[in-house]
């Protein structure tokens, strides 16, 4: 197909002079130009989410007792007469049998959930050109319409979790104990003769606090998510025109074939692509290239149309993974839509004719769409 300059010029109709300033100066006849824009460029970022925060876990260790031994004075020493002797009464003493002390008790972290809106992707705004269905010319390059539209950013909502309340501890008493021992002690003392009686004595046991109780305390770390992101690395829209070979403007069949009812691609598919695509578009950065899928007549209208548009994303994914920026790349799948033959629903054929109908189409495009 031809682009001579009179319809470069056509096509510039409606766009401002500087876009008509750029039009191939001098150009040779029977050639062919495409009007390249440079696509934005975008990088995959990874950005890390926290989705619970660090905090304090507490616990409580118990007070230790240790037991400990004390002499106490049961009977005091008394003087004994021998005529008359000493008379006693009986007395309880009271002691602390165990210390006072304090006890604590834990109130676990609590935690609220929340949500956090993440940008995964950018708004983008481009050109695209649509068929003028009024036009009468046979060329479909002299019957485009353009667009500048916009696709709204899309985000991405992670679930997190917020610090609510931190742990804390309570304390409440525990009452110590007491005890009762007895002793006695002179009513009236001895007369007459005295006689020293010496003071008797017992050991009793008694518990006291060796180490109090207290909180220790460890902290657990905050956790996080990793997610990805495109974020835009250079703007795109400069524009310019490059010669091309006036074939690859018409759709030319990319000779590859699936398995049955499969939009994976073979090895065999990978090296003609590698031929046919990959190099082309290594070798030319600004230009775009169309995908078209087509299947035959054979199965439901809407399984082929769904088969066909995964064919050409598969062509598409490949590049990509080639390092091709997936924006260069516009796919279409028409089903059993155009089909090239007779071999319509109901019609018998050859699998050699609906192998025709089976097939993958490629053209560059002209401006940016």
Known sequence: MRLPLTILAAMAIGTTSVQAQQLPANPDPNKCYVRCVTPDVYQTETTRIQTQPSYNRLSVVPA?????TERVLVKEAYKRYE???ATFRTESVSYESQAPATSLNVVAATFSDATERVLIKPEVSRWETTA???CESDDPNDCQVLCYRTYEAEYRTVPVQRLANNADSTASTVPGSSSTYSKEVIATPAQVREIDVEAVYETITKQVVDQPASVSSQPVEAEYTTITKEVLASKGGLSSY????????SYNVLPIQYELASAAITAESRRIIDDRLLNLLQERPNIRIQLNAHTDSRGSAASNQDLSERRAKSVADYLVSRGINRQRLVTRGY???QLTNRCADGVNCSEAEHRVNRRTEFRVLNMDM
């Open 83 to 85: 005529f008359v002797p």
């Open 64 to 68: 230790t007792y240790r037991t400990v």
């Open 242 to 249: 490059e010669e091309i070979d006036c074939e690859l403007t």
């Open 132 to 134: 003028y269905e009024g």
């Open 335 to 337: 089903g059993e839509s």
